[in-house]
């Protein structure tokens, strides 16, 4: 077979030799991902984020031939059905997202994750394929019996990280993301079925670390960002009262049936999948500009600030807000809209938390001269990294402008 070749705008070239892979990048549940924007609404804090997640699993299958070819250059012996396999659960991995990706995952299909969801979808066309995806589905569900590879797909420095820092970097124009991930990747190594790095991969790996806690708290967790997320996961919420009402609600088919079924949690295995991959964003688009006229206030209200941005005013701090302030400014807007349910659903509170780095969850190992292996947080060079190990709370308040 003749390679097919991408150009992928921060790797240059992609080369798919796999005739299998090939195949499996035009299945239409792959497809799908072009229609599934990477990073939701940030997009209206950052105007390039246009960027979906077909890209970003075309990034990681890159990275997955990199790792290969450096773990063979130490000697590491790797079949070309596992190279290919590994290639396949990086381009699968996200293959269960919904629209908008993180930011209304739990809204759709609540108590349903979008990796539990890749699993169903991998094994649906594992079995279209007559099992030939066996070793890349072990691989994803971490029963393969070299967990090394497993390690690459899901851990606190994977390849999935390393391709969507850079790639959200480059996409937003903020420059802390942009990690060297072809530096970290040929410092990887595999010691008894484990993934570790070279000692010498210590700065890289702290710069790694500094990168993702910058480009959580200043873009995935900004602000406006998160406001405008909140918003489209109040409506969701709000669209499936104004259905249990039994009220007739306009929008995309597939997104009213998801609706219908309301908002306790759902069993995987009663999922109507032909609904839930005919959806992506332009469904909620589509239902949002529909909504707009929708007799009931809040849903009309709601989609419409989204649509023309119209957002929300945000408050953030490190410590919880006053309940009493809450209920205050809950009444003060009950007043002006004459509705204790409108201030309810407008004034709100929550808070977010991200943490860098977890010493007790799949430690990074690093592997030194005397060929000791320890957790990268017992390091020596590592005082340092210990204020990324505990997690970081960020409160908001959220009401109208005035």
Known sequence: MKPLIINDPIYGFIAIKSPLIARLINHPFFQRLRRISQMG?????FPGAHHNRLEHALGCLHLAQKAIMALREKGEKISEAESEALQIALLFHDIGHG???HA???????????EQISEVLIEKINTEMDGA?????AIFNNSYERPFFHQLLTGQVDLDRLDYLKRDSFYTGAMEGNINSSRLISMMRVVDNQLVFDEKANYSLEKFLL??????WQVYLHKTSLVS???LVKILHHARKVLAQGKPLKGSDALLALLSKGDAPLAIDTVDWSTFLALDDSDVWYSLKQWQEASDFILSDLSQRIIKRNLFRVEVQDHPFEELAVVRLQEQWAKHYNSEEIAQAYVFTGHVSNQTYSSNKHPVLLQNASNEILPIHQHPSFSALMKYTNSQKL????SPKS
């Not at 995806?133 to 589905?137: D, G, Q, T, V």
């Not at 990168?211 to 959580?216: F, I, S, V």
């Open 41 to 45: 609404l940030s997009v209206f804090v």
């Open 99 to 101: 629209p908008f990706s």
């Open 104 to 114: 209304i995952e739990k809204a759709l299909l609540p108590g349903i994750t979008h």
């Open 133 to 137: 995806l066996a070793s890349a589905l």
């Open 211 to 216: 990168a993702r806690r910058l480009m959580y």
């Open 229 to 231: 997320e909140l918003i």
């Open 395 to 398: 409160y908001y308040l959220c």
